[in-house]
């Protein structure tokens, strides 16, 4: 087999991306530390058309070279915003009519593959620190608490390995089709 071209893959401009209609999805980074994981998942969030990316904390922001070195310009073209506190994003994301689903291991939550978005509906993905997840009261102002089923030895996943499992289970759900 022979691999597609850049032609091939038929990609929109940013300017073109911008223009097009997003998923009602967002995605809130919790205080992420590792500057290599926020360009992952605007990365990811390009890929499956998330509506814009709320960075908090000591989460950084664009312009940052080790951003752009994982993001490879996606940082240019998802939208985003910054938030020094967490639940002041939630709140925002609450008057917007967003559903705030945190990525969390809690007694209570709910498996991700069990877990039926609904068209209709606008959702907030919230992905915590490396080491410390989400924080508490953050978990506390979830909507629900989705954790994803694991079965080897190790209790966690990157974080942008699990935000990106998230966006492509909602994705699958929310994209239009054809």
Partial sequence: MEKKTIRDLHRDSI???RRRQKLPLAVVLDNIRSLNNI????RTADAFLVDRVMLCGITATPPSPEIHKTALGAEDSVEWEY???TLDAIAELRRRGYRICV??????SVSLDSFR?????????VAGHEVHGVAPEVVDAADVCLEIPQFGTKHSLNVSVSTGLAL???????????
């Fill in 168 to 178: 492509w289970h909602f994705f699958t759900a929310l994209r239009p089709q054809p």
């Fill in 83 to 85: 938030f020094d506190n």
């Fill in 39 to 42: 360009g992952s998942v605007f």
């Fill in 103 to 108: 990525l969390e291991q809690v007694k209570g």
């Fill in 117 to 125: 978005p609904e068209n209709g509906e606008k959702y907030a993905i």
């Fill in 15 to 17: 300017e073109q991306y």
